[in-house]
């Protein structure tokens, strides 16, 4: 990764976001050629939708700003592992490289659970970057969880 310039603070801000609506700390963008083309955070409580994850927002957004079906050459930065149902649509995204930071034990579908890229259904797999400010992006969510027990 010659001059790689991480976007994952942005996608951090995001994380941020959403924790002050009260939602799950999760933050997305999608970056093409250098540029920002969409950002968002979790809300899924605010949208009352399940299916409102930072991953599948951003790439929604991308896609009707860009007017396209697919993001071919397009990086995802999202701060938690994506889960099965994210991992699907960057798939059929044609997503080039994805970016994420914190292991999600819980709920990943990537390095755990369905490991969706490795399934032989899997038609596009991303280059996958995973630890991205890692620390960074894990307290996010400790952070949050730990508030929502006090
Ligand atoms: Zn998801």
Known sequence: ???????????????KKAASRGEVPVGALIEINGEIISSAGNRTRELKDPTAHAEILVIRNACSILGVERLIGANLYVTLEPCPMCAAAISNTRIANLYFGARDIKSG?????PCIFNHPQSHHKPEIYDGISELECRKLLLDFFKHKRN
Request: proline content about 5%.
């Open 1 to 15: 990764m010659n001059n790689f310039t991480s976007f994952m603070p942005i996608a951090i801000i995001e994380a």
């Open 109 to 113: 579908g990537i390095n755990q659970g």
